[in-house]
């Protein structure tokens, strides 16, 4: 063992043949050359070893360059022959012993001729090299990454604002009795809570949106690699990968844009908002917010819309629908029925595949039809002018926040009521278009009307000339001055209830009235622009493009009056009933509210009034009917007789004889009538002379009915009231205005002897035509100069009402056209049908009216043993206690009106009062068969008259 006592651990270096010691067969390994010698070339050297030199490569020194081979202390081994060790080989299957005291000799190089300590160190370098690289990527991605972030983060909105979210809402106008009248909305929607939407409607929009909602954390990353993959080979997209928590970003925070940019800010959010909002509150904020089509938003309008009812009421086949249409409006059962129930059998299948329905109740949703409900909204709205108003008041009331909606205003309006006036107002104006001659076929007339003349502007009433007609597109060509207009004939029924084509409708050359829709475009400029004076083409271009036509301007008709209905409850003076036009359309003037026109000798009920409060004034008082008898003003009575004696006040309201009034008002004082109207509920403006009498002075149709319901109501004036209740998007009730006091105007004795009068004007004076209804009616026509307005106001112990019909212009009805023909025919249609159902009432007489028997000749008492007394009411103490003179013997029997009892049929005086009561439950005689319509109603002046010196001072009230 010579060897091994050298030291020398590799054997002999003068022996490269490897021959000093005999190789022992024990010692070769059947190991490759590639495989313990890289282990024995790994293994450190020992320190101990004197015999290694400085040559040798030691562990962890620079490896070999790429290509050169290893320096190795003495010869390499033969190629294919074994190591040698100095010890007997190991057993077989156990790691080789090598020799403990010299390190065995340098493997020789592999196969391939390269080092086999170079390669390693080359591919551990290598590996280095790339981990390094791949943590500098994943460093540099991370940076990215975060950079990226904050910078989309900079300008993302609060996800705050959720928490307190409220999405524009519907508001609701209800009538008394809960009813629709109309809606006001910027997006169509009723927020529900969640726990009031059923458990099939959640699952049903779950199945068709997000299944894994409830188990995502708001993102849902396997479905964004699908939807990616699926873009990618349609190189379109297809399909989306949203979850229900960035639907609800998209809509609420963002915008539908389909960018990168949107995506990104989508991502960021959804996570948060998945921190802030539990997934309940997300649900809830989805299925309110969704579109549904037809501008329906949130599942409770969704399914009011298509099912007519509430989202609580809904069958899973219901849902399932529901769910359907929030792919697309043309998944709509309304746009494509079978495009529709594939689509929801889609989401039943969904649904059982995901567990939220079973297979029989999937089945019986399917074979379950589709019953859509009636589109209401297609329908013209019951009470427009009432939806109107409910508006400005919560205007007035919250501010900008009416905007977003979901309000609840309950209002006065009785929907059969508002039927009937509506329909009583359009049959009303629809016998005045045929008396006139109004409705198609219009034939030109031997002469007509002069048109209109110049260029027309503003919203007003012009008279054109039928040129035309196109039965095609459905118009009628009229030339309006210079303008060229077209009257589109489906949007005028009202004039062509038989539908007649538009060339069957007018003759050419008829004259016809009508309105702009919109204003006309405004003219070319004829002038040349700098440079162009010496352009003969740009002037050729220019005069070219003058001459090219333009489209015809659209105008509406405007052949027959409009006209306005106020219906009163006498008791809590509610507005029951209120039409401000013949079309019952959303923003439509609203006559009874807004127009202001002259009341005409409906106003007459007022100056009388007050003579009878100031105790001017009573029935029996003779009053001046000449109009010589007034100085400065000279006002005419319709009926030349009415002009030759004085006559009784009962007799001057029953024939509404102006004189009379103008008399009456000089009595009493202009001023302190204004201020009596005033406390009545007259709110315009009113001038103090004579005039005054006949209603020279312009009012409204509410005010009219507000006062008349005073008296009605015993002389307490209470303001009408149309919004009782206002109910806020949370639920609270949003307190009113405080409504002004009730204050009393006139005693209840004096109310009931104006309404005695007022009744006469029915039984026998010129609205005989309300005696058809058959029970006590008090009431007053009017017509204005020239008939332009024509009104009657009445009431009966429950309800006053006052209509009014009139152009808009103010242009005359025509010939014939009075108070009594062309507004007394609605009021009675209307008190027909309003109390159908009610029993006839008498007014009630209070205590402080007296009757007695006067001299109908000159209002004092009656002679004993009289026989042509009457009997007349008076508030106690103001009756006549001078007896009639004797007349002379040559008195005619005919003198200053007559009169009978029967004058005060239904007035029932109070127990022990009067000399003559009438019959309990006595009924009006009806209205003679084929009696002539009550002749027209006089002019007024329109030019104040003097006022009398010295009026006297108003009293209390």
Not at 136 to 155: C, K, N, P, S
Request: overall charge neutral.
């Amino acid at each position: 063992m010579a060897s091994e006592q050298s030291g020398n651990p590799g054997g002999n270096d003068n022996d490269p043949a490897g021959e000093a010691g005999p190789p022992r067969a024990e010692a070769e390994l059947p190991c490759g050359a590639d495989e313990l010698p890289y282990a024995q070339t790994e293994r450190p050297a020992r320190q101990s070893s004197p015999a290694r030199g400085a040559s040798q490569p030691a562990l962890g020194s620079a490896p070999p360059r790429a290509g050169s081979a290893p320096r190795f202390e003495s010869a390499p081994p033969r190629a294919g022959s074994a190591p040698r060790f100095e010890s007997a080989p190991p057993r077989a299957g156990s790691a080789p012993r090598l020799a403990s005291a010299p390190p065995p000799p340098p493997p020789p190089p592999p196969p391939d001729g390269m080092p086999a300590q170079g390669k390693g160190a080359r591919v551990a370098t290598w590996a280095k090299r790339v981990g390094i690289a791949l943590a500098a990527l994943l460093a540099l991605a991370a940076a990215t990454v975060v950079l990226v972030i904050r910078h989309y983060e900079a300008d993302l909105p609060s996800t705050h604002e959720l928490k307190n979210y409220r999405p524009p809402q519907v508001t609701r106008i209800l009538a008394r009795d809960g009813t629709r009248l109309g809606e006001i909305f910027t997006e169509r929607r009723t927020v529900v809570r969640l726990e009031e939407i059923p458990s099939q409607m959640k699952l049903a929009a779950l199945a068709a949106e997000d299944a894994g909602f409830y188990e995502h954390a708001g993102l849902n990353y396997l479905g964004m690699l699908r939807a990616l993959a699926v873009n990618l080979r349609s190189t379109k997209t297809r399909q989306g990968a949203s979850t229900i928590t960035q639907q609800v970003i998209k809509n609420v925070l963002l915008t539908p844009d389909r960018t990168f940019d949107r995506k990104m800010r989508e991502a960021i959010l959804a996570r948060r908002i998945e921190q802030e909002l539990t997934k309940d509150e997300i649900l809830e904020l989805y299925l309110n917010k969704i579109y549904f089509g037809h501008g329906r938003y949130g599942v409770e309008e969704a399914s009011r819309y298509y099912f007519g009812k509430s989202v609580r009421d809904v069958t899973l086949a219901e849902a399932a629908m529901l769910a359907a249409v929030v792919k697309g409006p043309r998944y709509s059962p309304r746009v494509n029925l079978e495009r529709a129930t594939a689509r929801r059998a889609f989401v039943l299948d969904q649904m059982l595949k995901k567990g939220f329905a079973d297979e029989i109740q999937v089945e019986q949703a399917k074979r379950e039809p589709v019953v859509l409900a009636i589109e209401t909204e297609s329908l013209a709205e019951l009470a427009p002018e009432a939806v109107a108003e409910a508006q400005r008041v919560l205007r007035r009331l919250v501010g900008p926040a009416a905007q977003q909606g979901g309000y609840t205003i309950t209002t006065t309006i009785d929907p059969a009521l508002q039927a009937a006036a509506r329909a009583a107002v359009r049959k009303n104006l629809d016998a005045y278009a045929k008396r006139h001659k109004l409705l198609g076929p219009l034939a030109k007339g031997r002469k007509e009307p002069p048109p209109f003349e110049g260029t027309p502007s503003g919203h007003k009433v012009f008279r054109g000339v039928v040129t035309g007609a196109d039965d095609a597109r459905g118009t009628l060509s009229v030339r309006v001055g210079t303008l060229d207009g077209a009257v589109a004939l489906r949007g005028a029924q009202r004039y062509n209830p038989k539908g007649l084509a538009p060339s069957k409708f007018a003759d050419v050359d008829k004259v016809v009235r009508v309105s702009m829709i919109r204003p006309p475009p405004e003219p070319a400029a004829d002038a040349p622009s700098p440079g162009e004076e010496d352009d003969e083409d740009a002037g050729e271009a220019r005069r070219a493009a003058s001459a090219k036509p333009e489209a015809p301007v659209p105008l509406r008709l405007e052949l027959g009056p409009e006209g306005a209905l106020v219906a009163i409850d006498v008791r809590t003076r509610e507005i029951v009933a209120l039409v401000g036009s013949y079309e019952a359309v959303r923003g439509g003037l609203d006559r009874a509210t807004f127009a202001r026109r002259q009341p005409g000798s409906t106003f007459k009920a007022l100056v009388y009034g007050y003579g009878i409060h100031a105790r001017t004034l009573t029935p029996a008082t003779i009053l001046d009917t000449n109009p010589q008898a007034i100085d400065g003003y000279k006002p005419q009575n319709h009926d030349e007789r009415e002009g030759k004696s004085p006559a009784r006040l009962r007799e001057a309201v029953a024939h509404s004889v102006n004189v009379a009034a103008v008399s009456a008002l000089s009595r009493v004082g202009a001023s302190n009538v204004v201020a009596f109207a005033s406390a009545l509920g007259i709110q315009s403006k009113l001038g103090a002379d004579l005039s005054l009498a006949l209603g020279a002075y312009e009012v409204t149709p509410r005010e009219m009915a507000a006062a008349y319901a005073s008296i009605a109501a015993g002389g307490v004036h209470e303001q009408p009231v149309l919004i009782t209740k206002i109910v806020g998007p949370d639920g609270a009730e949003i307190p009113l205005p405080p409504r002004p006091p009730a204050h009393r105007v006139m005693e209840e004795p004096e109310a009931y002897v104006l309404t005695s009068l007022l009744t006469s004007v029915v039984q026998r004076g010129t609205a005989k035509a309300a005696r058809s209804l058959g029970r006590p009616i008090a009431g007053k026509t009017g017509t204005t100069n020239q008939a332009k307005d024509a009104w009657f106001v009445g009431y009966s112990t429950d309800i006053a009402c006052a209509v009014w019909t009139g152009y808009d212009d103010a242009a005359p009805l025509g010939r014939g056209e009075a108070g009594a023909t062309a507004a007394l025919p609605a009021f009675v249609d209307f008190m027909k049908q309003a109390h159908a159902e009610r029993p006839a009432a008498d007014f009630p007489v209070p205590n402080g009216v007296v009757r007695v028997k006067i001299d109908p000749q000159t209002g004092l008492l009656a002679r004993e043993g009289q026989e042509d007394a009457i009997e007349e009411v008076f508030v106690a103490g103001t009756e006549p206690s001078e007896e009639a003179p004797v007349p002379e013997a040559d008195a005619g029997a005919e003198g200053a009106g007559g009169g009978t009892p029967g004058e005060l049929v239904g007035v029932v005086p109070a127990s022990g009062e009067g000399l003559l009561p009438a019959e309990p439950g006595a009924s009006p005689a009806p209205a003679e068969p084929g009696a002539s319509p009550a002749p027209a109603e006089p002019e007024h002046a329109p030019e104040p008259g003097p006022l009398p010196v010295g009026e006297p001072e108003p009293p209390p009230f």
